[in-house]
C-alpha cells in the first residue's frame, strides 16, 4: 500500500489539529491569496482547464482565467506545495514553515463535503479514490463553487474499484471529460502499487511504472500529473533518477502538464528524517514544479505507515525557507 492519504489524523494529533487551527486564524495574513502565478518546472505550469477532450494550452480556453496564486508576490520562485487539510493544519503553526509556504503556490486536498481549513488561504482541491465517484460528485453538484480542481488518486487497494485498477488511464480520461466540462483541473496521482495489476512480477514498481508509460498516458488527460515517489525518499538516487524518467515521459506527452513529487513524512518501512526530504528536493527542483507533503494517518489507507512525524515536514519547509 502507497503511503498516500493522511485523510483523518492519529488519534494523538485530533488535539493539536483543533490548536493548528485556531493559530492559523492569526497567520491567515501570511497565506493571503494575490494573483501571481508559481513558476514551476522548466516547460510546466499549472495551465487553465482544457475544454472536453482537448489539452490545456497556456492560455486556456477563450475567455478563461487561470486561478489566483495562493501566498503574496515574492521574488523567490518557491515550489508548490499540495497537503491535505489534516498536514497543513498541522505545520502552519510554525512560523519557519509559514514563511516557507508563504513563498510558494499552496493547493489544500479536501475530502467530499470536507470544508477548508479556517484562517488560511489556499486553492481548493477536492481528492476521489475512484472516478466514477469524482465524475457523480462533479455532476452533482457536491464539489463546491471555487474549487481549483479535483484529484484522481488510483491505486491498487480496496478504495479504488477493480475496474479502473485495471485500466486507469480510461477512468482517468473520462474524468477529464467530466471536470474540464464544469471548469475543473485535473491532477492524476497514479500510485506505484497499480503495476500489481498491471504488470505483476515485472522488477521493482518504480522500473513497471516506468515501463508502462503510466506518466505519459496520464499526461495525456490530465492538467497536473503528481508523482508517487515517497516510497523511494531514502534512496536519493533513486528518487531523482524515477522522478527525471517520469517528468521527461509526462512532458514529451504533453509540455503544459504540470508535475508534481510526493514526499512522505512517515512511510512504511525505516524511518525517514528531513534530510531525506530535503535531499530528494534537491534532487529534483528542477525537474518538477513542486511537491505533495505527505503526513500520513495510520489506518485503513495507509495500514503499515509509521506514526505521523509532522516535525518532519516542519523540519523540511524551515530547511527551504
Given at each position: ?28 495574513w ?11 518546472a522548466p ?16 492560455e ?15 521574488t ?16 502552519v ?8 509556504l ?5 493547493y489544500?486536498?479536501?475530502?467530499p ?24 460528485a462533479?455532476?452533482?453538484g457536491q464539489v463546491?463553487?471555487g474549487?481549483?480542481?479535483v ?10 474499484p477493480?475496474?479502473e ?52 498516458r ?5 492538467d ?12 536519493t ?6 522522478v ?6 509526462a ?12 514526499l ?17 528536493i ?32 516542519v ?7
Amino acid at each position: 500500500m502507497d503511503t498516500r492519504q493522511d485523510l483523518r489524523p492519529a488519534d494523538g494529533w485530533s488535539r493539536a489539529a483543533v490548536l493548528a487551527t485556531a493559530a492559523a486564524a492569526a497567520v491567515a495574513w501570511l497565506l493571503a491569496a494575490c494573483s501571481a502565478e508559481v513558476p514551476g518546472a522548466p516547460g510546466s505550469h499549472s495551465p487553465p482547464p482544457a475544454s472536453p477532450g482537448s489539452h490545456a494550452s497556456p492560455e486556456g480556453p477563450a475567455g478563461s482565467h487561470a486561478a489566483p496564486a495562493v501566498g503574496p508576490a515574492r521574488t523567490r520562485g518557491g515550489p508548490i506545495w499540495l497537503l491535505t487539510r489534516s498536514a497543513l493544519s498541522q505545520v502552519v503553526t510554525d512560523p519557519g514553515a509559514r514563511e516557507a509556504l508563504r513563498a510558494s503556490r499552496v493547493y489544500e486536498i479536501l475530502q467530499p463535503r470536507q470544508p477548508p481549513l479556517p484562517g488560511v488561504a489556499a486553492e481548493r482541491v477536492v481528492t476521489f479514490a475512484s472516478a466514477a465517484a469524482l465524475e457523480q460528485a462533479v455532476v452533482d453538484g457536491q464539489v463546491p463553487a471555487g474549487t481549483y480542481g479535483v484529484l484522481y488518486d488510483p491505486e491498487a487497494w480496496s478504495f479504488t474499484p477493480p475496474a479502473e485498477q485495471r485500466d486507469p488511464v480510461q477512468a482517468a480520461a473520462r474524468a477529464a471529460v467530466v471536470a474540464h466540462a464544469h471548469g475543473l483541473r485535473l491532477i492524476v496521482a497514479p500510485a506505484l502499487n497499480l503495476t500489481t495489476v498491471l504488470a505483476p512480477g515485472r522488477g521493482p514498481r518504480w522500473q513497471a511504472f516506468l515501463d508502462l508509460g503510466l506518466a505519459g498516458r496520464m499526461a495525456r488527460v490530465a492538467d497536473v500529473v503528481e508523482l508517487q515517489a515517497q516510497s523511494l525518499e531514502r534512496s536519493t538516487a533513486t528518487y531523482a533518477a524515477f522522478v527525471r524518467a517520469a517528468a521527461a515521459q509526462a512532458a514529451g506527452v504533453n509540455p503544459h502538464v504540470t508535475v508534481l513529487a510526493g514526499l512522505s513524512t512517515n512511510p512504511p518501512g525505516a524511518p525517514v528524517g528531513s534530510q531525506n526530504l530535503a535531499s530528494a528536493i534537491q534532487a529534483t527542483r528542477s525537474l518538477v514544479a513542486g511537491y505533495w507533503l505527505n503526513i500520513p494517518g495510520q489506518g485503513a489507507r495507509c495500514p503499515t505507515c509509521n506514526a505521523p512525524r509532522p516535525d518532519i515536514a516542519v523540519q523540511t519547509l524551515r530547511q527551504l525557507g
